[in-house]
């Protein structure tokens, strides 16, 4: 059981980040979390059960892993999976054949594909809403509903859903709220003391931090469901690596540093965009004129480092995306690299064209995410790259 252990709610964030999970190796005092790479373990007898069995059900690592995201988040249990994606598909299986799910309209492009292609054929129905809308999620929620699943920010749109507000309705409804928190991270936002139910991550993203790993992790609020995602962790077998158990650790010890500079250089990065003719709209939530800047700042301690800008024309992105040189042409995000990325054609290729269009992402949509270099080296770049439009 992935399970946190005593943790210590009175220590402040980047502690826990460090430690939580985390104490010293009981053999040799290692000071890191050592790698078990390892299929199986020794038994002491026939008839004695032993902590660890098999590592596709226990692996010290991911199980250090697991309870150091349970205690950012404020979880009761944590579970790493092989992807984001397999993190989306093991909370989705609280829900059977003939259940509903009210859906942010706008949510990663893989997340939709995975509903619609994978999950309708089993029967399973989903409604995709604007839930910006606080009277549209509550219309949309039936009987049958039993999650909402949210993403805030949304990806790419940057739209901003009151997380608390959400709860409440579903709550009362009798249906579950899910946030992919993958954008902020719990250092930014922890959907759950909001009231949320489950978080899910794309670890790929800021919380390895360093684009060399991909993974996912699934946090639970509730014990009973904590203990069937640790049984479908076990059935299914999509679990994480105890490699990339390892990095994810290592990244997480910087998130709070990583973040801080991500958002100031953001910062920066927004106000050179805004003022710029060639820029016909940013998308960010830290300006004030953001429809969900208010919401943010209430329910979240910073604004991030992903921005979306308006280029206008595909042919505008596309003049733009070819001459950076510092910002890599690549899809992700999170890492400490700069990335830009054309989501039209890139991240959300899979949402057909006349729902892009519904959602205002468009093809002179482009998403930049903005990394821990200098800032004046992306000024620079931008600036470089923007005299080509
Ligand atoms: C990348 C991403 C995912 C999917 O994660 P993978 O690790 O690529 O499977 C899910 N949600 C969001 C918001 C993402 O950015």
Redesign the pocket.
């Known amino acids: 059981m992935r399970r946190v252990k005593g943790d210590p709610k009175n220590l402040g964030f980047a502690t826990r980040a460090i430690h939580a999970g985390q104490s010293p190796d009981p053999r040799t005092g290692a000071v890191a979390v050592p790698i078990y790479q390892t299929s199986t373990y020794v038994q002491k007898g026939l008839g004695e059960p032993a902590e660890f069995e098999y590592a596709r059900v226990q692996n010290p690592t991911r199980t250090a892993l697991e309870e150091n995201i349970a205690a950012l988040e404020g979880g009761v249990s944590g579970h790493a999976l092989a992807?984001?994606?397999?993190a989306?598909s093991c909370l989705m299986t609280l829900l059977k054949t003939g259940d509903h799910a009210v859906v942010s309209r706008n949510?990663?492009g893989?997340?939709y594909r995975y509903f619609t292609r994978m999950l309708e054929p089993l029967g399973l129905s989903f409604s995709w809403v604007d839930t910006t809308d606080l009277a549209a999620v509550e219309a949309a929620i039936t009987p049958r509903t039993r999650i909402v699943f949210l993403?805030t920010p949304t990806?790419p749109v940057m739209d901003i859903c009151d997380i608390a507000a959400i709860a409440g309705i579903a709550h009362r409804r009798g249906a579950w709220v899910a946030v992919?928190n993958?954008?902020l991270s719990p250092y930014l936002q922890r959907p759950l003391e909001l009231g949320a139910d489950f978080v899910v991550h794309?670890?790929?993203?800021f919380l390895n931090g360093h684009s060399d790993s991909?993974?996912?992790v699934l946090v639970s609020a509730h014990r009973e469901q904590g203990d069937w995602f640790a049984f479908v962790q076990k059935a299914e077998g999509a679990i994480l690596s105890p490699f990339d158990s390892f990095l994810i650790l290592r990244g997480i010890k910087t998130l709070p540093v990583r973040m801080d500079r991500h958002e100031s250089n953001a910062k920066r990065v927004v106000d050179f965009l805004v003022r710029h003719p060639k820029v016909r709209k940013v998308l960010y939530p830290g300006l004030p004129e953001h429809p969900g800047h208010e919401i943010q700042k209430r329910q979240a301690s910073g604004f991030g480092g992903m921005i979306s800008i308006e280029m206008g024309s595909y042919a505008n992105a596309k003049a733009m995306l070819d001459r950076m040189r510092v910002m890599s042409f690549a899809e992700?995000?999170g890492g400490v690299e700069s990335l830009i990325s054309h989501p039209a054609s890139m991240t959300h290729a899979s949402v057909p064209a006349e729902q892009r269009a519904a959602l205002g992402l468009t093809d002179g949509m482009v998403r930049l995410s903005v990394g821990i270099e200098n800032a004046e080296d992306l000024l620079a770049d931008l600036d470089q790259a923007l005299a080509a439009v």
């Open positions: 992807s984001g994606m397999a989306i949510v990663y893989g997340t993403e990806n992919d993958t954008f794309s670890t790929t993203k991909i993974g996912g992700s995000l």
